[in-house]
């Protein structure tokens, strides 16, 4: 117990101004943000040896705390991270400096990226190499819903959960209903269980103080969903804005569950996008470094040029500063209620459940012929045999469609 109460109370103070602390920021997560391949769980390791190890701005259990913090609330817990980290080390204006940091190289390559999609492709030697990338993002997104699954199905319920969910999703029921519904319906499934079982441990998780917050998070939810549906064939920079803002205001699960979403609205819902593009927005979202979020950007520029892009990834990183700014004061007794931890494991279960949909629509695009095929498996293979940056399966997948087609 001194050891835990020592260790929480070293976090050195800052040091020098306040400008200096804020310099140190921008230039940490502008860095980490132009070299962060490999998804938020390789995010999150670059972040802990920078804050943790190499700089000590936070000592290790603080650092955790953090991580569960982020995990409770909606959007990119990477980005969350470094946006907390910059409340901790410099107050509202590092949380702002230090999330702007970590996103902006991931926007500004992936718009990049996105006016050279636009002007460029069409081109044979373009086509090529999105042909070969797009079977190996379906084989990377397919491996993380294996490691995701064995986590999130702990058990038959939840299992259950997720099939009903991804029966939802084919009948084309919204993945926020899913999400949200899944979760409260998972919760008192499994509360009611728990009850029927007579653990009088949980007990003092049923005051009525500890359903506020989940039926709030789906009330805010369902505000948002209701307020940002308006359909149009050519969207305006407006509805761009409030589609994306909606979307990172719900987005539990990860950047891969932001597929199902954007399958849902853009394609099915709003026709803005082919499923074509959408594959190709996420292909880019995999191949560039930074919050996979960052897939907004691509799409925003497709939809409405720079302006586009620019409200896309306003609109879909915006929540996360709110959420971190309001709710962190609350977050650590959240994480200690039953109801809550009910809620998530379902809200998880769910949340793989859409990724698993989706993927499967994408790869009904994605793989044609005998060439985009073997680039899925090898990708497979690949990835179940060795420890590898995901990166570096897209970029190879990219080089493989460009050797097939030249060898035609």
């Known amino acids: 117990m001194n050891t835990e109460r020592e260790d929480a109370e070293q976090l050195p103070d800052p040091t020098g101004s306040t400008s200096g602390r804020l310099w140190e920021l921008a230039a940490l997560f502008l860095k980490l943000g132009a070299i962060s391949f490999g998804g938020p769980a390789a995010h999150i390791a670059l972040i802990e040896e920078e804050i943790v190890r190499k700089r000590q701005w936070v000592t290790r259990q603080q650092f955790l705390d953090m991580l569960g913090a982020a995990n409770l609330i909606p959007g990119p817990t990477s980005t969350e991270m470094a946006i907390n980290t910059g409340f901790v080390?410099?107050?509202?204006?590092?949380?702002?400096?230090?999330?702007?940091?970590?996103?902006?190289?991931?926007?500004?390559?992936?718009?990049?990226?996105?006016?050279?999609?636009?002007?460029?492709?069409?081109?044979?030697?373009?086509?090529?190499?999105?042909?070969?990338?797009?079977?190996?993002?379906?084989?990377?997104i397919a491996i993380a819903i294996r490691r995701l699954g064995k986590t999130a199905m702990k058990d038959a319920g939840l299992a259950a959960l997720g099939a009903l969910s991804l029966a939802?999703?084919?009948?084309?029921?919204?993945?926020?209903?899913?999400?949200?519904?899944?979760?409260?319906?998972?919760?008192?499934?499994?509360?009611?269980?728990?009850?029927?079982?007579?653990?009088?441990?949980?007990?003092?998780?049923?005051?009525?103080?500890?359903?506020?917050?989940?039926?709030?998070?789906?009330?805010?939810?369902?505000?948002?969903?209701?307020?940002?549906?308006?359909?149009?064939?050519?969207?305006?920079?407006?509805?761009?804005?409030?589609?994306?803002?909606?979307?990172?205001?719900?987005?539990?699960?990860?950047?891969?569950?932001?597929?199902?979403?954007?399958?849902?609205?853009?394609?099915?819902?709003?026709?803005?996008?082919?499923?074509?593009?959408?594959?190709?927005?996420?292909?880019?979202?995999?191949?560039?470094?930074?919050?996979?979020?960052?897939?907004?950007?691509?799409?925003?520029?497709?939809?409405?040029?720079?302006?586009?892009?620019?409200?896309?990834?306003?609109?879909?990183?915006?929540?996360?500063?709110?959420?971190v700014a309001l709710l962190a004061p609350v977050l650590f007794r959240l994480r200690k209620s039953s109801w809550i931890a009910a809620f998530l494991d379902s809200v998880n279960a769910c949340a793989v459940a859409l990724m698993a949909g989706v993927t499967f629509r994408l790869a009904v695009d994605a793989l044609r012929g005998w060439p985009s095929w073997m680039i899925a498996l090898v990708s497979l293979a690949v990835l179940l045999r060795w420890k590898i940056s995901p990166a570096w399966i897209v970029l190879g997948g990219g080089i493989a469609g460009l050797l097939m087609a030249a060898l035609r």
């Open 89 to 140: 080390r410099a107050g509202w204006a590092g949380l702002c400096v230090a999330g702007a940091s970590f996103i902006l190289p991931a926007a500004l390559i992936t718009g990049a990226f996105a006016w050279a999609y636009v002007r460029f492709g069409n081109l044979p030697q373009a086509v090529s190499l999105l042909a070969g990338i797009k079977p190996a993002v379906v084989a990377v």
């Open 168 to 323: 939802a999703f084919f009948i084309g029921v919204n993945p926020i209903l899913i999400l949200f519904g899944g979760g409260l319906l998972g919760m008192l499934g499994r509360k009611a269980t728990n009850l029927r079982a007579g653990s009088l441990l949980l007990l003092p998780a049923l005051r009525p103080k500890s359903l506020v917050p989940s039926f709030r998070l789906g009330s805010i939810a369902t505000l948002v969903f209701v307020t940002a549906t308006t359909a149009a064939i050519r969207p305006s920079t407006a509805q761009i804005g409030l589609f994306f803002l909606k979307v990172g205001a719900v987005l539990y699960g990860g950047g891969y569950v932001l597929l199902a979403f954007l399958e849902q609205g853009l394609v099915q819902q709003h026709a803005w996008l082919t499923h074509q593009q959408l594959l190709d927005a996420v292909a880019i979202g995999q191949f560039t470094p930074g919050p996979v979020l960052s897939t907004a950007t691509f799409i925003g520029y497709l939809l409405g040029g720079a302006p586009g892009a620019a409200v896309a990834t306003a609109g879909i990183f915006l929540p996360s500063f709110f959420y």
